[in-house]
T-cell receptor, first 115, second 115 residues
Framework: DSGVTQTPKHLITATGQRVTLRCSPR?????VYWYQQSLDQGLQFLIQ???????AKGNILERFSAQQFPDLHSELNLSSLELGDSALYFC??????????????FGNGTRLTVT | AQKVTQAQTEISVVEKEDVTLDCVYE???????LFWYKQPPSGELVFLIR??????QNEISGRYSWNFQKSTSSFNFTITASQVVDSAVYFC????????????FGQGTRLTINP
């Protein structure tokens, strides 16, 4: 168990809808990362937050947004969903006090299916 | 830009055979970190090992070993006496730079161990 919790585990929704994925990092971890895993694109970095502030952005669509709250949990919001958004979405965390290049600890993911 | 290539999309071997998963990376930085992750059929991403660019020592952990060669920009992973439980998708990843924040993943190698 990595200590990173993601909910829900599965989500099925229709095109055009909006969903929210939730992530609770490991206790004490300040950094949260979101990744998308799809069959054709592999594991793609979406966005990183550190202690409530956005730190880095990857291949995140404008229809997607995220935030990190004062209690350090994070939410990834996906709107105007398309069939191609169907994927496994991972959240990961890393402690700020760990040495540079320390591993990311991943949650079990949320599998999103858009029909 | 950083890039990770896992040329082997799928590998299938019979139990007890040794198998090597290849990973080649590209980076312009002198400070970088390499990782291997395992994704079993259940879907979670499990951290296996980290290696920094200044440490070219090979590492062995039980049946697992890793060979890091800067001269060829490779970080290969060998499983000795493979077991059915080793069946998974294995990802090689790279992070670089002073911040060494996000990980860039290879496309993954699906390893199937047949009894």
């Amino acid at each position: 168990d990595s200590g990173v919790t993601q909910t829900p585990k599965h989500l099925i929704t229709a095109t055009g809808q909006r969903v929210t994925l939730r992530c609770s990092p490991r206790s004490g971890d300040l950094s949260v990362y979101w990744y998308q895993q799809s069959l054709d694109q592999g594991l793609q970095f979406l966005i990183q937050y550190y202690n409530g502030e956005e730190r880095a952005k990857g291949n995140i669509l404008e229809r997607f947004s995220a935030q990190q709250f004062p209690d350090l949990h994070s939410e990834l919001n996906l709107s105007s969903l398309e069939l191609g958004d169907s994927a496994l979405y991972f959240c990961a965390s890393r402690a700020s006090r760990e040495p540079r290049g320390s591993p990311l600890h991943f949650g079990n993911g949320t599998r999103l299916t858009v029909t | 830009a950083q890039k990770v290539t896992q040329a082997q999309t799928e590998i299938s071997v019979v139990e007890k055979e040794d198998v090597t998963l290849d990973c080649v990376y590209e980076t312009r930085d002198t400070t970088y970190y390499l990782f291997w992750y395992k994704q079993p059929p259940s879907g979670e991403l499990v951290f296996l090992i980290r290696r920094n660019s200044f440490d070219e020592q090979n590492e062995i952990s039980g049946r697992y070993s890793w060979n890091f060669q800067k001269s060829t920009s490779s970080f290969n992973f060998t499983i000795t006496a493979s077991q059915v439980v080793d069946s998974a998708v294995y990802f090689c990843a790279l992070s670089e730079g002073a911040g060494a924040q996000k990980l860039v993943f290879g496309q993954g190698t699906r390893l199937t161990i047949n009894p």
